[in-house]
């Protein structure tokens, strides 16, 4: 099955700064890489996602890159502000309604 | 649109007891619906796939008497953990796809703590 790593598992950054998250996978198989934000006790929220024929994304502050070929992709979150403070997960999928492989998530912390 | 609803958010109850969690697609309708558990600070982890009219299919390590899951409707998987204990104590959350190729949409999760 899939295996998905994610680094690091905690990160903390002042505020203003860039934050950087990498996941790398296995399947090769797999084509679509979500990146979900959590809060304390709440759901995983969808906050950006890329598919294989793709290789950078963003969205405001945020984008992905994606490495096909070294099978990893980043999370690049610029201008961090206190509210960006949650737990970050990668995960993989063979496509966006498959079942989805979860990295071990990212506690970020940004320092005001 | 695309509100994934799981009842109910929490519950306690005594070892030995059988609870239900309901998930429900509330503006459209989902043949798969997936279940995952996740323990404090860590993350989820898939346990199956529910099945609209079909058995669900267990990730490996999943006991399938022991979490039973039905879906018998279109909006409506239901996951019930069977002579539950302390250690089934998670967080259990669903989520689904409002259309093929459409990103999943995740319920609110339930909090399950069994004494």
């Known amino acids: 099955g899939e295996n998905v790593e994610q680094h690091p598992s905690t990160l903390s950054v002042q505020e203003g700064d860039s934050a950087v998250i990498k996941c790398t996978y296995s399947?090769?198989?797999?084509?679509?890489f979500p990146w979900y934000k959590q809060e304390l006790g709440k759901r995983p929220q969808l906050i950006i996602d890329?598919?294989?024929?793709?290789g950078e994304k963003k969205d405001q502050r945020i984008a992905v890159t994606l490495n096909k070929t070294a099978k990893h992709f980043s999370l690049h979150i610029t201008e961090t502000q206190p509210e960006d403070s949650a737990v970050y997960f990668c995960?993989?999928?063979?496509?966006?309604?498959?079942?989805?492989?979860f990295g071990a998530g990212t506690t970020v912390t940004v320092r005001a | 649109g695309a509100v994934v609803s799981q009842h109910p958010s929490w519950v306690i109850c005594k070892s030995g007891t059988s609870v239900k969690i309901e998930c429900r697609s509330l503006?459209?309708?989902?043949?798969?619906m997936f279940w995952y558990r996740q323990f404090p600070k860590q993350s989820l982890m898939l346990m199956a796939t529910?099945?609209?009219?079909?058995?669900?299919?267990?990730e490996q390590g999943v006991e399938k008497d022991k979490f039973l899951i039905n879906h018998a409707s279109l909006t409506l998987s239901t996951l019930t953990v069977t002579s539950a204990h302390p250690e089934d104590s998670s967080f259990y959350i669903c989520?689904?796809?409002?259309?093929?190729?459409?990103?999943?949409?995740f319920g609110d999760g339930t909090r399950l703590s069994i004494l």
């Open positions: 989520s689904a796809s409002p259309q093929t190729h459409q990103p999943q949409h």
């Open positions: 399947d090769s198989a797999s084509n679509y």
């Open positions: 890329i598919r294989s024929n793709v």
């Open positions: 995960a993989a999928s063979r496509g966006e309604d498959y079942k989805l492989s």
């Open positions: 503006d459209f309708q989902a043949t798969t």
């Open positions: 529910s099945n609209e009219g079909s058995k669900a299919t267990y």
